[in-house]
C-alpha cells in the first residue's frame, strides 16, 4: 500500500477524481449519506485548494482509503455544520488543532468489507498514521473529527490516544461524535500487552 498526501495543486487530477468516485461509494452508496453532490462524486464546500489530501492506493493503483485534513482556523466540518458534538463548548479554531474528515478504508476489490470492518484494517490504521504524520508535519498537536460510535474502540485497541470531546448524539439516526486523537505516534496493541507483564 502507498499513501499519497498533498493539495489539490500537488496531486495529479486523475487522483483527485478517483478520490471523489470512492468517496461517494463509501459514504453516498454504502453508508447511505444524504449529500448534495454531483452523480458519482463526493466533494463538499470543504474540498478547496488548501485542502490537503490522503489517498491510499493498492498495488494495482486502486484507492482503498481517503482522509482530508483542514485547519481548524479556516471553515471546516465540524465547527460549521456539527458544532453542537463540542456539547457547549466552543469548536477549536486553532493553528495546532486541524480536522480529520472523509476518512474511510474500505477495500471495493477485496470481498466481505462492511463499513465498520473499514475501520480495524491494516489499510486504516496505516492510513490514520499517515494522517497523524501529515498533521505533525503542518504544526498539528491535535485532530478533532466527526466520527461513528464504532471508531472509538477500534482507535484505543489499535494503540491511538483519542478520546471524546462530549457525549456522542443521534444524527440522522447514527451515533456520531467528536473525537479528538492526539498527533504521537500509537503504541501498537503487541507492546502494549508486552508493557502490561
Known amino acids: 500500500?502507498?499513501?499519497?498526501?498533498?493539495?489539490?495543486?500537488?496531486?495529479?487530477?486523475?487522483?483527485?477524481?478517483?478520490?471523489?468516485?470512492?468517496?461517494y461509494k463509501v459514504f453516498v452508496e454504502m453508508l447511505g449519506w444524504q449529500l448534495d453532490t454531483p452523480p458519482g462524486l463526493e466533494r463538499d464546500q470543504f474540498d478547496h485548494s488548501g485542502t490537503l489530501y490522503l489517498a491510499a492506493r493498492d498495488a494495482q493503483q486502486n484507492v482503498i482509503g481517503t482522509a482530508r485534513l483542514l485547519p481548524t482556523t479556516q471553515s471546516y466540518l465540524l465547527g460549521d455544520v456539527f458544532p453542537q458534538l463540542m456539547g457547549g463548548a466552543e469548536p477549536p479554531k486553532d493553528p495546532l488543532v486541524w480536522e480529520l474528515s472523509r476518512f474511510a478504508a474500505v477495500d471495493f476489490t477485496a470481498t466481505g468489507t462492511g463499513?465498520?470492518?473499514?475501520f480495524s484494517s491494516p489499510v486504516a490504521v496505516g492510513l490514520l498514521e499517515k494522517a497523524i504524520e501529515v498533521a505533525a508535519a503542518q504544526g498539528a498537536q491535535r485532530l478533532i473529527t466527526v466520527s461513528p460510535l464504532?471508531?472509538?474502540?477500534?482507535?484505543?485497541?489499535?494503540?491511538?490516544?483519542?478520546?471524546?470531546?462530549?457525549?456522542?448524539?443521534?444524527?440522522?439516526?447514527?451515533?456520531?461524535?467528536?473525537?479528538?486523537?492526539?498527533?504521537?505516534?500509537?503504541?501498537?496493541?503487541?507492546?502494549?500487552?508486552?508493557m502490561a507483564h
Open 115 to 118: 463499513a465498520l470492518g473499514q
Open 150 to 194: 464504532g471508531i472509538e474502540r477500534l482507535l484505543r485497541r489499535e494503540g491511538f490516544r483519542a478520546h471524546r470531546a462530549a457525549p456522542p448524539q443521534i444524527i440522522d439516526g447514527h451515533p456520531i461524535f467528536a473525537c479528538w486523537i492526539d498527533v504521537t505516534p500509537r503504541c501498537p496493541p503487541v507492546a502494549r500487552r508486552e
Open 1 to 23: 500500500m502507498e499513501v499519497l498526501a498533498g493539495r489539490p495543486h500537488e496531486l495529479t487530477p486523475q487522483l483527485l477524481e478517483s478520490v471523489e468516485r470512492y468517496r
